[in-house]
């Protein structure tokens, strides 16, 4: 019987949505208006992310619509602008990611050519805005849309003559009263294939103020080689993603509602409260005012004379008592409460507690390494994935310019490069140090390993040290080996003890 309701549930809309179709062909007005009226209805069920599938189905992103991504993108927005713990997770996170350098260098074998290319896109993309409103540079631009993707869930980046142009999730979308094409669907703003599924294309424009649908007279189209689209999805069938930050958006709201009732309580608690009964009905005069108004209220402005501040009298009536009961806000188990909902808070970022709260007091040097592991490893796959495929299509985009506009040669291999991201220094670097000297002469690791690891190309890092040798060596400044010195630090040494001990 319940199947049944449910089938004509589905079908009572189905019936609905098509004639929605057929309305907007006479009036997109009245078309628009039941669109929102639906909209209204289904969002009085706040965790439509959290729905149970029903059925064998579930392909697609049907949860993800156009209406539920924007109350999803206002939600962690507004979080993210009143909330500090939202704001600094996703911050710790871009910075780990992203941190303040992302190099691309050529790789043609062309040293020449190289150098030409990494100068030329330094002075355009690097030291210069390089996006079309003339603000952002290059790391600018990484750091916005990292941090953008994360918290709303995907961001776009068109690659005009102007210069690089990023749009927010809501700036694509279904113009209002688009249909699907001959050859191919449009899903969330998104061209597909009806032959290949490929994505060929995305509608782009200004978002009407209601935020469900893209003006229908201010959208373009745009082929999907003009477009870099970063986005969170988890399904190979999602067609957009969803906030980093999604799954837990109940459990934030519920421990910062937690955290707001333990600050009122504590406050006030701290404040001192004083309660009056009255034992015969005849009291001549109230306690404080010593009958100077019998009333205990001011005979001219009627406000009570007796007052404690910050604090409050109560007055029992005849015959009546009250007992306060004082209580320790908050209580002893407090800390360990909230700890705990940090740390599930933070699992959809992968994030242990120490990086959540910034707190490393009582860390121990083994306890903070691992934690830096595990969420290094989680940053690695975030630059493989996202950040190295997007530098990757600046790359491609900024060549073109330059070979089109004949600044650079046009060789086979000009699309030949390195990305080298962010990388983390060591928890203790002497440890760290002297772990990395062992590893190398047990021949257990290389230097090429030890040099990405830190943020450095071997290559480009053994050049330079051979340069700078080369200018101490000319300047009369080359260093005396190591091992020489140590050698005879070590023999005068053992002489002085010889002579202490004479």
Request: glycine share 8%.
């Amino acid at each position: 019987m319940q199947e049944v309701k449910r089938d004509n549930k589905t079908n009572i809309r189905r019936l609905s949505e098509r004639f929605d179709d057929i309305v907007s062909i006479v009036s997109p007005r009245a078309a628009y208006r039941r669109k929102t009226y639906r909209f209204a209805y289904d969002a009085i069920d706040k965790s439509r992310l959290r729905k149970k599938r029903k059925g064998l189905g579930g392909t697609g992103d049907t949860h993800l619509t156009e209406s539920a991504l924007y109350e999803l993108r206002e939600k962690i927005r507004d979080m993210g602008r009143n909330n500090g713990l939202v704001k600094g997770l996703l911050k710790t996170e871009r910075d780990g990611v992203i941190g303040s350098t992302t190099m691309i260098q050529a790789r043609t074998p062309d040293t020449g050519w190289n150098e030409a290319a990494e100068a030329a896109f330094k002075e355009e993309m690097v030291d210069r805005p390089c996006d079309v409103t003339g603000r952002f540079r290059f790391h600018d631009i990484l750091r916005k849309s990292y941090l953008g993707y994360r918290r709303d869930g995907d961001v776009f980046c068109l690659f005009t003559p102007g210069g690089l142009q990023m749009c927010e999730g809501e700036q694509v979308g279904n113009p209002f009263g688009k249909a699907d094409g001959e050859h191919f669907t449009i899903t969330n703003g998104i061209a597909f294939s009806k032959k290949t599924k490929r994505v060929i294309g995305y509608y782009i424009g200004v978002p009407h103020k209601s935020g469900y649908f893209i003006d229908s007279a201010t959208y373009k189209q745009y082929t999907a080689d003009r477009v870099h689209h970063m986005f969170n999805s988890d399904r190979f069938s999602y067609s957009r993603g969803e906030p980093a930050l999604a799954s837990v958006i109940n459990s934030i709201e519920t421990l910062t509602d937690y955290i707001d009732a333990e600050l009122v309580a504590a406050k006030v608690n701290a404040c001192f409260s004083m309660f009056i009964s009255r034992k015969d009905a005849f009291e001549p005069q109230p306690p404080f005012t010593k009958g100077s108004e019998p009333s205990g209220y001011d005979s001219d402005t009627g406000i009570r004379m007796e007052k404690i501040s910050p604090g409050t009298i109560m007055y029992g009536e005849d015959g009546e008592s009250a007992t306060g009961i004082g209580q320790t806000r908050p209580g002893a188990l407090f800390d360990p409460f909230v700890l705990r909902m940090l740390t599930i808070i933070g699992r959809p970022l992968l994030m242990p507690l120490m990086l959540i709260t910034l707190d490393f007091s009582g860390a121990t040097f083994m306890n903070a390494r691992i934690a830096y592991q595990k969420v290094q490893g989680a940053w690695t796959d975030e630059q493989n994935v996202v950040v190295k495929p997007f530098g990757s299509g600046i790359w491609r985009w900024f060549i073109d310019r330059k070979v089109a506009a004949r600044v650079l040669t046009d060789i086979k291999e000009k699309y030949w490069h390195e990305i080298t991201c962010n990388r983390w220094p060591y928890v203790d670097p002497f440890k760290e140090a002297k772990a990395d000297e062992f590893q190398l002469n047990n021949k257990t690791t290389t230097r090429t390993i030890i040099c990405a690891r830190q943020g450095h190309e071997f290559s480009d890092l053994a050049a330079q040290r051979a340069k700078e040798e080369r200018i101490l060596k000319d300047n009369g400044l080359e260093k005396k080996d190591d091992s020489t010195e140590t050698e005879t630090e070590g023999k005068q040494s053992k002489k002085d003890k010889d002579d202490e001990q004479k």
